[in-house]
């Protein structure tokens, strides 16, 4: 584990000429790549408010972070692990809300069968009902189009591991959707 030492800005030394171009290339970035990660951030949880405040807290956990960002090139990874890891704890509190929670009545709830729609809800209720480690293989690799590689990296796992969870995730959806995925 390495040590990151805070870039403090002292009038004068280049710093805060540094910071603004920074804040500029983060700023860029989010506008550049909010959709990508909003639906990254759907997919996960299934809502879309949530979503978008996962991807909006990523991005400031990021920006407050930016002076021990050490290559602003990976600034993207990073904030995409900010979201992963935002959606995962979103993900946990639901769990722990509903385990700890009384069971409300569904009060007449339609699905929405505006055709389209529908074809999203029904595929985000077959996601909801992945394992968390799966469901994460799968919207990154096919989804965001990630390679197996930077699947892995940004899930902390090896290349094989999603390998391992996209084949049983889509196996897992096609017996839940009851087609071929």
């Known amino acids: 584990m390495t040590a990151s030492i805070a870039v403090r800005a002292a009038p004068g030394d280049g710093s805060v000429a540094m910071m603004d171009e920074l804040t500029g290339k983060l700023t860029d970035l989010y506008q550049q790549h909010y959709r990508q990660l909003l639906r990254i951030a759907f997919l996960l949880v299934d809502d879309r408010p949530s979503a978008e405040d996962i991807v909006q807290d990523a991005y400031l956990r990021v920006f407050d972070s930016r002076a ?7 600034a993207l990874a990073f904030l995409r692990q900010a979201v992963l890891n935002r959606a995962r704890s979103t993900l946990r509190r639901r769990l722990v809300a509903k385990k700890y929670q009384p069971r409300l009545a569904d009060r007449g709830v339609q699905p929405d069968d505006t055709g389209r729609g529908l074809d999203r809800a029904v595929l985000g209720q077959a996601l909801a009902r992945l394992p968390r480690r799966q469901r994460e293989a799968v919207v990154l690799r096919y989804y965001a189009d990630f390679s197996e590689a930077r699947t892995a990296e940004t899930m902390g ?25």
């Open 68 to 74: 021990r960002l050490r290559d602003p090139d990976k």
């Open 157 to 181: 796992c090896s290349p094989g591991a999603v390998k391992s969870y996209c084949s049983r995730g889509v196996a897992r959806l096609s017996e839940l959707l009851g087609e071929r995925v």
